[in-house]
């Protein structure tokens, strides 16, 4: 099975920082690498597929790149709504997938 | 649009079996090359996929739950239903459906039913 690890497991940043998610996996998965948000009491929602495409509807200030084993998930400018969990997926296994454990991202 | 719904018991004894059904609106389960999955979060902690049915028919288990886990479809209701035997206080959580594309990432949930495993 493929193995995820995600850092910082939480973080605590101001309104406009720029804020960096790391994922990583423990055997190649290419580019088969998702990032999705998740709020208290909500299902998750999908903001990057396939390691570095936008997700329709979601704002342009989240970006996603990476391959192999080690993809990020990068907000340019962090805004009040996007404070969240945020957790990677890998879909190389598919349908079989792993999550990743999570990264908290809290208000400074 | 395509919309999912979650239904079944709140509450299931230690032992039990816990069943739960999705309701699937705005796509035809068997019409369209989907893994129609589910997907898990105990209280606090991460996600866990538990097993998808692929609009053929075919059917996919997470290895650590296969042995008591069964995901099976009604087209004739356009919904698919998960089984999971032999519960214990662990298989707690919010359980939630959600399809696939090939490429395996999921775009669209459900909205999610917690599912409490107590005496």
């Known amino acids: 099975d493929v193995q995820m690890t995600q850092s910082p497991s939480s973080l605590s940043a101001s309104v406009g920082d720029r804020v960096t998610i790391t994922c990583r996996t423990s055997?190649?998965?290419?580019?088969?690498l998702n990032w999705y948000q998740q709020k208290p009491g909500k299902a998750p929602k999908l903001l990057i597929y396939?390691?570095?495409n936008l997700q329709t509807g979601v704002p342009s200030r989240f970006s996603g790149s990476g391959s192999a084993t080690h993809f990020t998930l990068t907000i340019s400018s962090l805004q009040p709504e996007d404070f969240a969990t945020y957790y990677c997926?890998?879909?190389?296994?598919?349908?079989?997938?792993?999550f990743g454990p999570g990264t908290k991202v809290e208000i400074k | 649009q395509l919309q999912l719904q979650e239904s079944g018991p709140g509450l299931v004894k230690p032992s039990e079996t816990l069943s739960l059904t999705c309701t699937v609106s705005?796509?035809?389960?068997?019409?369209?090359?989907?893994?129609w999955g589910w997907i898990r979060q105990p209280p606090g902690k991460g996600l866990e996929w538990i097993g998808s049915?692929?609009?053929?028919?075919?059917?996919y288990y997470n290895s650590s739950l296969e042995s008591r886990v069964s995901i099976s479809v009604d087209t004739s209701k356009n919904q698919f239903s998960l089984k999971l035997t032999s519960v214990t206080a662990a298989d707690t959580a919010v359980y939630y459906c959600?399809?696939?594309?090939?490429?395996?990432?999921?775009?669209?949930w459900g909205q999610g039913i917690l599912v409490t495993v107590s005496s």
């Open positions: 959600a399809p696939a594309p090939v490429t395996g990432y999921y775009p669209v």
């Open positions: 705005g796509d035809s389960i068997n019409g369209s090359p989907y893994y």
């Open positions: 049915l692929y609009y053929s028919g075919n059917t």
């Open positions: 055997q190649t998965v290419s580019s088969n």
């Open positions: 396939t390691a570095s």
């Open positions: 997926q890998q879909s190389y296994s598919t349908p079989g997938s792993t």
